[in-house]
């Protein structure tokens, strides 16, 4: 093989590389909220505790270091949110990870002035998950309702 045929072919491999689409190596988690165990009002601030719910549906256990979003109740965006503790979810399995809000409190009561008599209101979930120590962020979004009460 020539000097030129060897180059030509390095080029077509190249070229043929390069329009070929890599396989993603894990799936976006569906991340939603399970429910909201507990809604405190201290004074202008008040802590939401949810139980989000993280399904992989990926075919690799996933190595879940942490969750960072925004949070939408009602349509009001009322905090960001990030999870404390990692969580290895199994390949095609699910777990449930706590995390605390802070919000505003009159933010929060004009979202449960609009909720259904049944106290839901729809949310939106918006972020990444971040995996492992590897610094791979896989982002996700989630709209859902879940049920509001004050305890």
């Known amino acids: 093989m020539t000097a030129l045929s060897r180059v030509a072919a390095f080029v077509i491999l190249l070229m043929v590389g390069a329009s070929c689409r890599p396989a993603l190596a894990q799936n976006a988690p569906e991340v939603s909220i399970a429910s909201v165990t507990?809604?405190?009002?201290q004074g202008s601030n008040a802590v939401v505790d949810?139980?989000?719910?993280?399904?992989?549906q990926g075919g690799l256990g996933l190595p879940l270091q942490a969750l960072r979003f925004h949070c939408w109740l009602g349509g009001v965006d009322v905090a960001r949110g990030q999870s404390?503790?990692?969580v290895i979810i199994p390949a095609q399995g699910q777990a449930s990870v706590p995390v605390q809000l802070n919000v505003d409190s009159a933010s929060l009561l004009g979202v449960l002035?609009?909720?259904a008599p049944d106290g839901t209101v729809p949310y939106k979930l918006e972020g990444h998950a971040e995996i492992g120590l590897t610094m791979l962020q896989?982002?996700?979004?989630?709209?859902?309702?879940?049920?509001?009460?004050?305890?």
């Open 38 to 41: 507990r809604i405190a009002l």
């Open 113 to 115: 002035a609009t909720a």
């Open 138 to 151: 896989i982002p996700f979004s989630h709209s859902g309702f879940v049920a509001l009460q004050l305890k």
């Open 50 to 56: 949810l139980l989000l719910s993280v399904r992989n």
């Open 84 to 86: 404390t503790e990692p």
